[in-house]
């Protein structure tokens, strides 16, 4: 049964996981295994695009916070 696609990343990473076991048990019929590989496919597509925004966002805080640090570093430097 596929996820909804509102599912938190932990919860869609868990979905796949589960998608991988049953699959690589090699118990399910060919229109099953396709069903769940699709839904994988899907999974997977977007838990790597949720690592992506992710990774964009820590870039940017530690950019951002890099320049207020360099920023509040510079005046104290000036001053001694």
């Known amino acids: 049964m596929p996820k909804?696609?509102?599912?938190?990343?932990d919860e869609q990473?868990?979905?796949l996981q589960k998608i991988?076991?049953?699959l690589e048990r090699g118990e399910l019929n060919l229109e099953e295994s396709l069903v769940l590989y699709k839904e994988?496919?899907?999974l997977s597509r977007r838990c790597?695009?949720?690592?992506e925004e992710a990774r964009?966002?820590?870039k940017i805080y530690a950019e951002e916070g890099l320049r207020d640090f360099n920023d509040s570093a510079e005046p104290a430097g000036n001053n001694e």
Not at 48 to 51: I, N, P, T, V, Y
Request: cysteine-free; charged content about 30%; proline content about 0%.
């Open 4 to 9: 909804k696609a509102t599912a938190g990343f």
């Open 48 to 51: 790597r695009q949720a690592l």
């Open 56 to 58: 964009h966002t820590v």
């Open 40 to 42: 994988g496919v899907e």
């Open 20 to 22: 991988t076991e049953d």
């Open 13 to 15: 990473l868990d979905r």
